[in-house]
């Protein structure tokens, strides 16, 4: 039997875990298009800057193990969750996940 395609958007969080989604999706044989990483770094309210509260990202390196791409790496911001929570992120501007969405959209 002809087995369909599939294809995976992976989100992830800049810490390491023992079972990775994209592990699991190799296992499985599942394409993936693209890694998004959540919860990627806190911005400063006063300056700005990036501050990496999980630890320093090695989304470059598993990116570069599965083949694929960095498609957005998005900050810690309590808009988001709060969007998510009501159930409407979608209509958050989030210019963090627009490679991502173009990835899938086309």
Do not use: W
Request: charged share 20%; net charge negative.
């Amino acid at each position: 039997p002809m087995m369909a395609r599939m294809s995976l958007l992976l989100r992830r969080s800049p810490s390491a875990s023992h079972l990775s989604p994209e592990g699991q999706a190799q296992m499985m044989k599942i394409n993936v298009l693209g890694v998004v990483e959540n919860y990627s770094y806190l911005v400063c309210p006063d300056c700005g800057k990036h501050i990496s509260v999980f630890g320093e990202s090695h989304i470059d390196e598993i990116v570069a193990e599965l083949g694929t791409e960095v498609l957005g790496k998005m900050p810690i911001n309590p808009l988001y969750a709060e969007a998510a929570d009501k159930g409407a992120f979608h209509a958050v501007e989030n210019e963090y996940l627009d490679k991502a969405v173009e990835k899938i959209v086309g």
